[in-house]
Nanobody, 122 residues
Framework: QVQLVESGGGWVQAGGSLRLSCVVS????????MGWYRQAPGKQRELVAG???????NYVDSVKGRFFMSRDNAENTIYLQMNSLKPEDTAVYYC????????????????WGQGTQVTVSS
């Protein structure tokens, strides 16, 4: 069983910073891609930042230069450093992983964390 557990959300004033973490546990054969999504009330879930198996990152335009995604392969953990936060960044942030479970190669499966609330006040 694969689990994604996020942490690090909370409340912060505009201009502040938060760091989200997502630990992936379970019988994992190979990671394909991982990412951070967010969903604000009344809006669709959107991809905020992603990282490929090769380590390349991409960001939605609205967070470029403010958010930075990184990965610790040894700890099966990804991070999202969020700086210069704005009220419009307020959302529930979800960790996502596309991976192959041990014993199920080559089936690629998608897994989600439970979400962590980020609230930015003006």
């Amino acid at each position: 069983q694969v689990q994604l557990v996020e942490s690090g959300g909370g409340w912060v004033q505009a201009g502040g910073s938060l760091r989200l973490s997502c630990v992936v546990s379970g019988s994992i054969f190979r990671f394909n891609a991982m990412g951070w999504y967010r969903q604000a009330p009344g809006k669709q879930r959107e991809l905020v930042a992603g990282i490929t198996s090769g380590g390349s990152t991409n960001y939605v335009d609205s967070v470029k230069g403010r958010f930075f995604m990184s990965r610790d392969n040894a700890e099966n953990t990804i991070y999202l450093q969020m700086n210069s936060l704005k009220p419009e960044d307020t959302a529930v942030y979800y960790c996502h992983a596309a991976l192959v479970v041990l014993g199920s190669y080559p089936s690629l499966r998608n897994y989600w964390g439970q979400g962590t609330q980020v609230t930015v006040s003006s």
